[in-house]
Each structure stands twice: as C-alpha cells, then as structure tokens.
C-alpha cells in the first residue's frame, strides 16, 4: 500500500489569534519604545552612562575597607556623656546583658530621606551577638510582638505625626512586662543597656508633641505636654525601674536630633550614656567594642545639649509652630493649587509661608554661653543646678573619656601681642595621657572679641580652631597646634552699627580674648590657657581675604540685589532681633503666626516672562556654536591633555574654542536635564555621566547601585577629625565610582539651627567652623577620588519649616547669614576646593535661593571668585523652581526632574546664549578638575591604582535591550503575518483541488 503524503491543514483560529496578540505586542513594544525615547535622557542618568569596569576584587576590597571606616567613624563619633564609677568599660567577663527599650529593635543606621541609608544590615543586636555577647531575646520578642517595626519610616512619605510616633510599652504594664519575664531578665544579667530612639528627616521636623502608641494595636496618644525630644514618661518610668534593679545600667541613644535628657541624671541609679548617634549600615559593631573598652570614644558632642529645648533662642521660630502665614496671600505660589508629594497622601498648600531667623548669629552655643556672660541665667535654680548649670547639660565640644589627659600650653607667645590684619594667632597646646589606658583628646580654642552695647552683634565666645590628637598610650605625649587667622574674627557689620562709615567685616578696638578649652564652656586650669591680645584701632576689610574681590552689602536695604531686603526692613515684617545689649526685652518667645504681604514682595513671587526679558543687555555679542575645531576632552573614556588643562584653570585661553564646537541643543539639554547625571556632548567627546545621592551612602536614595552606609554627617562631626572625614570622602568617591557615578549629591552643610530641623542627622553641627571643616574635608576626600560633589544646600534649608520648605519665605540679617549660614559654604569653596554646589528649595528672603542673583552671583562668584557649578534641587513644581531664573541668576544646572522640562521664557537673546555658554563652562569646570585632583593626589602619595578608571560603554546597554525587544516584536509579528498568509494560501489550493476533484 502506498503511503499518502501528508496534507498541511490550515490553522486559521490559531494563527489569528497569534497576528492579534503579536499586534498587541508590536503596539505595545513601539509606544513603549517611543515613551522611553522621550526620557532618555533620565534613564542614561540611572542606567545608561558609562561604566568605570571595576573587578568585583577591587569593589570588594573597597566594601570590607569601607566597613572597617564606618566602625571607625562610628567608635570615634560616640560621646560618652555619664559614666559613673567608671561603669564603662563593661567587665570583659560579663557576656550577657538585657537590652531594653523597644528602640533596640528598631535601631537606626541614619535619618530618613535622600541623607539616609538604605538599610542597616548590622543593628545592635546583630552587633551584640557578633561580639560573642548574649541578650535576653525573651524582651527583645516582646518588643517585636507589641510593635514590629515603625510604621513610617519614610518621612517623605508621611506627615512628621506619623513618622515621628514612638512606641514603648509601660513597664508597669504586665500585659507586656509580665513578672516572670522581669524575674527572668534579673536572673538572666545584672546589667541593663536602655535603648533610646528618635527619627526624624527630610520633609518632616521633630514634632512638639507626642504621638505615642503604648498598648500593640492601640490608638495613637497625643501628649501636648512633652516633644518628640523629650522622653516618654514610659521611656522615664522604664529607666527608673532598670535604676532600682540593676547594678549597672547603661543608656544609648539612637536619635537624628539632640534631646533633653536630665532624667538620666537624676534617676537614682543610671550609671552611664553614650550618645551613639546613626550608625550606618555596619557601623553599630563598634557599639559593643566600646562598651567593653575595645574602642574608645573619643567624640564630643557637635550641639549644645540644654535640659529644657525651649531655652533656645530659636525655639518659638522653629518646626512647624515656627512657621508664619501670610494673610490675604491666596493664588500666590504655592498657595494657587500647588500639591505637596511628601506626605501619606497628597495635600495641596493651603497657607504661603514665613520662617523668620529672629534669634540672630545666637544660635546653639553662641547663645547659651553669651547669655551666660550677660548674667541671663542667673535666675534659673533647679535640681541640675543653678544659672548656667541649671540650663545646659552638655556644652558644645563636651565628651568624657575612659582614660584621663593633662594639657600644658607650651606656646603662649602671642600673649600680651597685637593683633595684625594679615596675621594668626597660634597657640600650642601638649597632651597628656595620664591614665591607664589609650585614647584621643580633642583640644578648642576659642575666641572673644570686645563688644560694645548696640554696635556689630558678637557672641562672648567663638570656636576658632580645634585639633584632635593621635591615639595616646598611657603616659604618651602630642603637642597640637591650634591658629586662628586674624581675619577669621571679623564680624560684619551690614548697618555701620559702629559709626565709623563702614560697612562689611571689620574688628573693632580692643582686647581679644583667646581661651583653650575643653568645651564651649569649661577652659582648661593651665595658667596659659588664657591668651590676651590687643588691637589698637579698628580694622575693615573691604576685599574677600582669598579673593582679593570686593565686599559689600548683596541683600540689604538699597543694595539688596534681588530687590527686597533680606532683614524684611522694606516690606514690613517688623522682625524684632534678637540683641546682646537686650536680651531680656528681644528674646523671641513667640512666633509671628501671621502678617501680610506687602506689593514688593508679591511682585517676587514666581518669575515671570517679564522679569527674562527684562534681564536683556542689548550690549552682550552673539556667541559661536558648531565650530569644527577638533578638540576633545575625552577619548574613548581618557581624559584628554586638553581636558586636563582646562581642569586646571577655568581662565585658559583654550576654552573658547573648545566652547564654540556646542550647539545650543547639547548645552539646553545640559543644563535642563541634569536629574542624575550630566549629558552627553558629542561635540567635544564628553561621554555621558551619572550623579546620585546620598551624604552618608552613594546611591543609597535611588538604590540604583549603592556603597556602604556611613554613619550619619552628625555622628562624624562629633568625632572632630578631620583626617578621617577625609578619608570617608575619598571612600564615598572611591564607591561611587565603582557604582558607575562621577559626581555626589552631598555632602550637606546647612546648620543645626534648632534642635528640631528634620534633617540635623543629615548635617553636621551647630558651629560653622566645625561644619566647614568636616564637610571641607569630606569634598577634599572625594575631589582626591575624582568626583565632584554638589555640596547642599545654598543656602538656608536650616529645617523644613514643618512641611511647608517648598518655598518658604526665610527672613534674617545679612550678618546672621554671612557669619552663620554662609561661612562653612565660604569656606569650601576658598579653602576646600569644592566645585559644585546645589541650591535650596527655600527662599532667601523673597526669592528662591536657586535663582537669586544676589547668592549666586554677587556673593558666590563676584566676591568668592567661585568657578564651579551650581546645580537646582529636585525641581517638583517649574513655576517656582524656574530653569530660566535659575539660568539668569548664575546657576549651572537645572534638576528639572524625572519628565525633564524645557525653558518657559525667551531663548533667543544673546544674554540667554551668554548665560547657557557660561553654564555649560562652569558644568564641564566641575568635571575635569576633579580629574585634575584626582591625578594630582596620586602623583602626590605615588600610587597609580589610586588614578580613577576611564569610563567606557558597557558591551550591552539599555538601548540594546530595546532595540533586541523590538526586533523580537517585529519579528513575532511578521511570523503571525506569515502563518495568516501561509493559511489564506493553503485554503485557496484546497477550494481549487476541490474544484478539480
């Protein structure tokens, strides 16, 4: 029988069903295709840059070195601030502890927010076991059961009553503490460690009441009477329990903001506490080294710590209390139907805001200690103690020490000497180890310049240098030297408040007093540690003393630049300052809850097509584009010899030609969408590049690739070392570049204004000396690395104005600006080499920071001599945060966000080509010069691995992911098409056999 060939059949059903959803697919592929086209730009700032082609060695030895660091910091950041009888170190013998507080199971690695840290891999108890000691898990499941976790941790996402509600079960209550687990805890250890926690962060500050949840599931308790700063009285009635039954009991607190603690001195039976700060990611293993004495801490605290928060001559004007309304200000920005995105759920503005800075230059320690000299605590008895002790627990610059020191003042020349404009002050100081085990002792000297009554405003004393000695052995000796420059004590004097004709910085006649000290408050019993020098006859100086440039008033009266005086004087605030020669009658008690806004400062309130065109010099000259000169900075990743010599000096002669190759698409895309990276410019061979946050971790925020996590900016501040701020810089570079990033969103310098600024964790300290060397440092570490940082935020992001930072109007002097806020920023940019900077969401004074002409040109680049870039924050709304404002007033780069944007107002003037020129310059400044550093400091230590990889495409991109995707979805498609047309073919021979048949 012959076998019958077999008959292909039609599979019409099938195959339709295929073309529809191969369809589907194709239209799908291609409007996704499209969509990410039109973004780009935003997905090459987070996946589609360049890549440094690290080995995983190389990005492993990075981690385990950065780990090690972050223990160091975090060891060296801990200030021990009690310890009774010596109750720390712990006996290396007692290997079991009870850990109370439910703190300790939710402990913090750092705030919340872009300064944050994404997780903490290694928390107290993880650290604890890794020590080889035990604690009683019996509490710690008790604590995980009744609450486990919190349940905001994103203060971005969440209103500050929520994020900052705190959980603790009553210690009476025995639904929770039942008795055999209390017995139990006594039998399982004599010694209790009391776990206090905090969180507050960006978007959000400390709230002055209590949210409290103290029974599992139950509602929220509402305390009017005590802050989120305070403790809980079932956090005071736990410590007064573990007291009365424990030997030895040992406070940690775990908080992003300082807090009153005097309970800790006046329980019976608290022995010691340690202020731990954020750890980081890794760094609580140094926690249990330093209870038991493998480490010491060597920290000193970086804020005043006063018994009662209120003293504060910024309390009445902070948090969300703090904030004023203006009246009658409906359809002004940002209350004209403006959202919030940063809390639980969206909430549209319903008040324009006011914060105003009425305590003036006394903040934190200027204040509580030049109140002190002017007899304002005298009245003040309480059970801490009476006048200045009766106020502050812990001064500015406090830590105590498992071992003990001598200071002798072995140079004391300048005693008796007088006082040169050009000149410094230089004071040796030799440390002692007089104890019986190693440590590190941190040496102040402080300054006090005369004050007149209702002249220049002077604080009684002022930090002005500061060293920390090497790690002493027992009977080791170091001799620091400590020199404050002359100039550094100039005050400003913005209204001639002396009368001698001048306005600017200038000292006045008199004796100047400089003081050795082991605090803000405590000077060292050495017969020299007082130092008296004179100054004749006043000195001014009317040039910046780096610069050589002119100083004048930029935001003042008739000089104010932006228009309206900063000080509110022309717009009727009726701001009264806080004044030395009154304290008493000036002292802010109250906030201003509301007030109305005057024309002038209506007129600022969002910028306008006017204001663009208003800003036209007919006389600027058209500038070149696409010339085809043949230069490069960049070759296949490798910084050009152009490139490095363009780095190395913004006034070469050669970046005219290399600026005339740009078109004006490449430097409006630059400019506008600068979110996560700079763009790409074929024209001069600059490859595309990727910037993240955040202070304490690269790529933390975005976790598109992410370093360690540090401990916190305000934990490293309170190791007062600069050296290994230094290096935790150069580590961060060293991640980021390992990560694919070239620049840092951080670090972040703004002030400890109040204790309740959200994001205090994030920044360093209320001292501006201390602030700008930690921070200086920090950039140093980074610029070695060859990454440049966008040092924030400039300027005044001080709190966040309870939620209401987007575009709060933020009134001040010109002096408290100038010596306060801006200083740490000046000094980064004139002693630090710093080359970026990112702007504020705030208002200085009736315009936003980001495009106020007065910050970022007069100030920033006329008097500072500043090159480098300055970039936007995350612009959420371009009415306020507006590109071509920003652009005008000297700024470099717009965030314009994850839609990117596009300029609003006129772009054809030749003062438009001229600014977009000059930020590009500034921009592409930025990037080459950290090369520059970058090969310097390895020529300088003679280590070529330390030489930053070049940067090359990866072998597959996005791009090719998209293109693989669509190719698959065109081919999908036509193989449908094929299968349908193959069917139609196969039905027509089939009817035609038919037919024959």
Request: charged content about 20%; aromatic content about 10%.
């Amino acid at each position: 029988m012959t076998k019958q060939p077999k008959v292909r059949k039609p599979h019409p059903v099938l195959h339709g069903i295929g073309l529809v959803l191969s369809a589907i697919l194709l239209v799908a592929v291609l409007v996704g295709t499209y969509v990410l086209s039109t973004m780009a730009t935003i997905i090459d700032s987070f996946i589609g840059a360049l890549s440094g082609h690290y080995s995983d060695a190389e990005i492993a030895d990075t981690k385990v070195k950065a780990e090690a660091l972050a223990a160091d910091v975090e060891a060296e950041g801990t200030v021990l601030v009690r310890n009774n009888d010596n109750t720390l170190p712990l006996a290396a013998d007692n290997k079991k502890v009870n850990v109370f507080g439910w703190a300790s199971t939710a402990w913090l690695g750092g705030g919340s927010g872009s300064g944050g840290v994404s997780g903490v891999n290694t928390d107290l108890l993880a650290a604890l076991t890794a020590y080889g000691v035990a604690y009683n898990t019996e509490l710690t499941d008790m604590y995980k059961d009744f609450q486990d976790g919190r349940e905001y941790t994103r203060t971005l996402s969440a209103w500050p009553e929520q994020s900052g509600r705190l959980y603790e079960p009553d210690i009476n209550n025995q639904t929770y503490y039942t008795q055999s687990m209390l017995d139990n805890a006594k039998s399982f250890s004599d010694t209790a460690v009391v776990v206090i926690g905090r969180l507050a962060g960006e978007s959000n500050d400390a709230t002055k009441q209590q949210y409290k949840r103290t029974e599992k599931g139950g509602d929220i308790v509402v305390d009017d009477t005590r802050t989120m700063l305070e403790l809980t009285t079932e956090e005071e009635n736990l410590l007064n329990y573990v007291g009365a039954n424990y030997a030895h009991v040992v406070v940690l607190i775990n908080a992003t903001n300082v807090m009153e603690l005097g309970q800790i001195e006046t329980i019976p039976g608290i022995d010691a506490c340690l202020i731990a700060g954020l750890s980081g990611s890794e760094g609580a293993t140094a926690v249990p080294e330093v209870l038991w004495g493998d480490r010491e801490p060597s920290g000193r605290t970086a804020d005043t710590w006063a018994y009662d928060l209120t003293t504060a001559a910024s309390y009445a004007n902070a948090g969300m209390e703090g904030v004023g309304k203006y009246s009658a200000a409906d359809g002004l920005y940002p209350a004209d139907g403006t959202t919030n995105g940063n809390l639980d759920t969206p909430y549209t503005y319903e008040q324009v805001s006011y914060v105003d800075y009425a305590e003036g230059i006394y903040i934190g320690y200027k204040w509580y200690e030049t109140a002190d000299a002017e007899g304002y605590w005298d009245a003040e008895s309480n059970e801490h103690g009476t006048g200045y002790d009766a106020v502050v627990q812990y001064p500015f610059g406090y830590g105590l020490s498992y071992t003990s020191f001598d200071w002798k003042v072995t140079d004391a020349a300048a005693n008796g000497s007088a006082l040169t404009k050009d000149g410094n002050v230089t004071v040796k100081v030799a440390v002692t180890n007089t104890g019986d085990r190693v440590g590190k002792d941190v040496v102040q000297l402080y300054y006090a310049a005369p004050y007149t009554a209702g002249e220049i405003e002077e604080s009684s004393v002022e930090l002005g240098a500061f060293a920390k000695t090497k790690e002493l052995a027992p009977g080791e000796s170091e001799e620091v030297t400590l020199t404050i420059p002359v100039s550094d004590m100039a005050s400003y004097d913005v209204y001639d408040a002396n009368h001698n004709g001048f306005t600017g910085y200038e000292l006045d006649a008199g004796d100047y007093i400089f003081t050795v000290r082991h605090d803000a408050h405590d000077v060292d019993d050495d017969a020299n540690a007082t130092i008296t020098c004179s100054l004749p006859a006043g000195m001014q100086y009317a040039e910046d003393t780096a610069t050589g440039n002119a100083v004048s008033n930029k935001f003042t009266g008739s000089d104010a630049i932006d228009g309206v005086s900063l000080d509110g004087s022309d717009s009727d605030q009726n701001i009264t300052y806080l004044t030395r020669a009154d304290f008493a009658g000036t002292f802010p008690k109250t906030n201003t809850p509301t007030r109305a806004m005057t024309d002038n400062v209506k007129a600022l309130n969002l910028y306008a097509a006017d204001d663009a065109n208003g800003w036209i010099n007919d006389a600027d000259e058209a500038i070149t584009t696409g010339a085809k000169n043949g230069l490069k900075i960049e070759d296949n990743g490798e910084t050009t010899d152009l490139g490095f010599r363009l780095g190395s000096d913004f006034n070469d002669p050669r970046w005219d030609a290399l600026l005339d190759q740009l078109t004006v698409d490449e430097m409006e895309n630059l400019y506008i969408n600068a979110y996560g990276g700079l763009a790409e410019l074929k024209s001069v061979g600059k490859s595309k590049s990727k910037d993240a946050d955040g202070p304490a971790q690269i790529g933390g925020f975005t976790g598109m690739g992410a370093g360690t996590g540090f401990p916190s900016s305000s934990t490293l501040a309170q190791t007062w070392n600069a050296d290994l701020a230094q290096e935790e810089g150069r580590t961060i570079g060293t991640q980021a570049l390992q990560n694919g990033y070239t620049g840092w969103y951080a670090p972040a310098t703004n002030m400890h204004r109040s204790p309740f600024n959200g994001r205090n964790y994030e920044y360093y300290s209320e001292d501006s000396l201390l602030s700008g060397v930690i921070c200086g440092n920090t950039v140093t570490g980074a610029n070695q690395a060859g990454v440049y940082t966008y040092v924030k935020h400039f300027i005044c992001n001080d709190g966040e104005s309870g939620i209401y930072r987007d575009s709060v109007y933020t009134w001040m002097t010109e002096q408290t600006l100038r010596e306060t806020y801006l200083r740490p920023f000046r000094m980064l940019v004139e002693d630090y080499d710093a080359v970026g900077l990112m702007s504020s969401y705030n208002r200085i004074g009736a315009v936003w920071a980001g495009g106020s002409e007065a910050l970022l040109t007069g100030i920033l680049r006329d008097e500072w001599g500043f090159d480098g870039a300055v970039i936007t924050d995350y612009c959420d709304h371009h009415s306020y945060m507006n590109g071509d404002q920003a652009l005008r007033a000297g700024g470099s780069l717009w965030m314009a966000g994850f839609t990117g944007g596009e300029m609003a107002f006129e772009t054809g003037s030749n003062s438009y080509l001229q600014a977009l020129r000059r930020a590009t310059k500034e921009a592409l400044y930025m990037y080459l010069h950290v090369r520059v550093t970058n090969r310097d400091y390895a020529d300088s230590i003679g280590d070529t691995t330390a030489v930053r990889h070049a940067f090359t495409t990866s072998v597959f991109g996005w791009r090719h992911l998209v293109a693989l995707i669509d190719i698959v979805a065109v081919v999908l498609f036509a193989l449908a098409v094929r299968g349908v047309v193959i069917d139609v073919k196969l039905r027509k021979a089939a009817k035609t056999e038919k037919k024959n048949f």
